[in-house]
């Protein structure tokens, strides 16, 4: 949407506010001028009872004011009283400032979100960069299972809310479709192709792929090829397997990601980097070897731990210690091939020169060891320019009722994300894969996902969607002319007098609504989508204790039958309630149901 059709949010204008009272102070000799107000922050306080929102402005600045904290604090106060949202402003500990708003103001913000509908929420912080987000990436060997379902989620619902945020994203699959992986699932595609044959081949051996899912490229190989691959050399017959099994396993991986509603621009291939027009990993050495990052050299043995990649021999060398790395890292094996690492280092490059110098990488938990070294190429191979942010997803631990659930014999050895959502829904599966820090282990109970209550995260934030629709619903008896389609209903609804919301219960919901864009700010900008998951759950938990409440005191109901302005105002707090869980629920990649069967 155009950039003058996002309205500036209740938090951004205070922060205005901050901004202009110091700038009048710069002009008053108490700040310099053009002095850093970045660093300024207006955010909710950690105690509600401290006020509505909280600035560290004095904290920040007083070093260039050469002041004492509380001292600048008072300056800035004497400007913000003046105001007119402010109703109060609270000097507190060595130097915040707390600010209490007017009542009017939330009137204000809900009509704001009315205003905006469907476009309430987002920003234009982004500025249009470029953001390219690898994630999934899983190894074309075999299904997926539920490990990388949750950093599937987590990269999708990131890359949503980046775009939200006015960025310009680009979601991306990097196809490790090299490597000895990729042999592994040719010889034990090729024992299928085999058994299609009609060969007995007995148990699988160790070391091959033992699941049924390569039962189909065997059969697809037979029907092809005939007796043909048996007769070729082994170079030729693992070439001719590799590619089958490897497109139908990326069929199948594309298949499983549709489920749960995922889809990546861009399908990136290993392989190309050094079988296409040029050779892109050695192009990237050479081009490190020419800035001096590149050197022949013997490693220290490692001290402590064992090194994966330590060989004792002089070998090529990435100079990573010249940028924050613990050792230099090996670019080639001692058979002459590619290090993982280099060609991870060449496709990173490979991104940077296509424009995209903000990258971000959803890795698994094993990988944790690896990002210092690749931001370490990052920084060399883009002169600095580029910055790569790599999050981690940690593991899933698979529960029912409280106990592991046993493998998938689909699969072998793992439980699918296919039978994950078959079981519970995708709406379960990627609401409770983003309500947990992605950083932490998940137990994900599939009896407890599928729960009606309010324990059940995913089905209580649904459900205060749903309400809501209901409220609409019942009140059609009191306003027959009250529209179904959202954007009528909303508009019939900005008539309303919504000053009219004055409970202390009313104004704290209005006051949650008005925080949804700079959570989605502050989200984005920490790469941390579960933050939308936790406060679309705060907003629905609050909603229906508003609902709960109108039950034990009928002049709080949202329906009152004898004042249809108060009725009016109270349908239009319940839609900005309603298109707020749709637009957070859309950001995570979950329906908002207006019923619940």
């Not at 390569?214 to 037979?222: E, I, K, R, S």
């Not at 070294?373 to 580029?386: K, L, S, Y």
């Not at 229906?544 to 409440?549: K, Q, V």
């Not at 002049?555 to 637009?583: C, P, W, Y």
Request: hydrophobic share 45%; with cysteine; glycine share 8%.
């Amino acid at each position: 949407m155009p950039d003058q059709a996002i309205p500036t949010h209740l938090f951004a204008q205070i922060l205005a506010r901050v901004h202009a009272a110091c700038v009048a102070l710069a002009g008053e000799d108490t700040l310099p001028e053009g002095v850093d107000l970045s660093r300024i922050v207006v955010e909710p306080p950690k105690d509600a009872s401290h006020g509505d929102m909280a600035t560290n402005a004095a904290m920040v600045l007083a070093k260039d004011a050469k002041a004492k904290p509380r001292d600048l604090a008072e300056k800035i106060a004497e400007k913000l009283r003046a105001e007119d949202q402010i109703a109060e402003v609270v000097i507190a500990g060595p130097g915040f400032i707390n600010l209490t708003l007017k009542p009017a103001v939330w009137a204000q913000a809900l009509r704001a979100v009315l205003d905006a509908g469907a476009s309430y929420g987002r920003s234009r912080i982004g500025g249009a960069e470029k953001v390219n987000v690898e994630y999934v990436s899983a190894n074309p060997t075999g299904p997926m299972h539920v490990g990388h379902c949750r950093g599937a989620v987590f990269g999708d619902a990131l890359a949503n809310l980046l775009e939200t945020a006015g960025y310009d994203v680009t979601r991306e699959y990097y196809i490790n479709d090299a490597g000895a992986q990729v042999d592994v699932l040719a010889r034990s595609a090729f024992l299928r192709y085999r058994e299609a044959l009609g060969e007995p081949i007995g148990e699988i051996p160790e070391g091959l792929y033992p699941g049924d899912y390569l039962v189909p490229v065997g059969t697809a190989l037979a029907a092809e090829h005939g007796p043909a691959l048996k007769e070729m050399t082994e170079p030729q017959l693992l070439s001719a397997v590799r590619a089958k099994a490897i497109a139908m396993m990326m069929e199948m991986i594309r298949a499983d990601l549709a489920a749960l509603a995922i889809t990546h621009e861009v399908f990136f291939s290993e392989r190309s980097l050094i079988e296409g027009e040029r050779n892109r990993v050695a192009d990237t050495i050479d081009f490190l070897r020419a800035k001096g990052d590149v050197y022949q050299g013997r490693l220290p043995p490692p001290k402590g731990a064992p090194v994966e990649d330590y060989e004792d021999r002089e070998q090529t060398l990435f100079r990573a210690t010249a940028y924050g790395d613990d050792v230099d890292r090996p670019l080639l094996k001692s058979d002459g091939s590619y290090t993982y690492f280099a060609s991870d280092i060449a496709y990173h490059k490979v991104k940077f020169d296509a424009g995209f110098g903000n990258m971000v990488d959803v890795w698994g938990a094993d990988h944790g060891g690896y990002i210092k070294r690749m931001q370490a190429a990052i920084t060399a191979v883009t002169g600095g320019e580029g910055a790569l942010d790599v999050k981690i997803v940690q593991l899933v631990r698979l529960l029912r009722n409280g106990e592991p659930v046993k493998m998938s014999k689909r699969s072998g050895d793992f439980v699918t994300l296919r039978e994950v959502v078959d079981e519970v829904g995708s709406d379960a599966v990627r609401f409770m894969m983003l309500f947990r820090k992605n950083d932490a282990v998940l137990d994900f109970d599939l009896a407890k996902v599928i729960e009606q209550s309010k324990d059940n995260p995913v089905f209580y934030v649904q459900y205060g969607h749903a309400r809501g629709h209901s409220i609409f619903r019942n009140a059609k008896e009191a306003f027959p002319d009250l529209p179904d389609a959202t954007e009528d209903r909303i508009a019939f609804l900005k008539a309303a007098d919504v000053e009219r919301l004055t409970d202390p219960v009313e104004l704290d919901l209005l006051r949650r609504l008005a925080l949804f864009p700079r959570t989605i700010e502050a989200a984005a900008l920490a790469h941390e989508p579960h933050r939308v998951a936790f406060y679309l759950y705060d907003l629905a938990s609050e909603f229906h204790a508003l609902w709960t409440r109108g039950r034990d005191l009928p002049h709080l109901r949202f329906i009152i039958n004898n004042d249809a302005e108060i009725t009016k105002a109270r349908l239009a707090m319940v839609q900005g309630v309603v298109s707020v869980l749709a637009s957070g629920l859309a950001i995570l990649g979950v329906t908002a149901p207006d019923e619940m069967r």
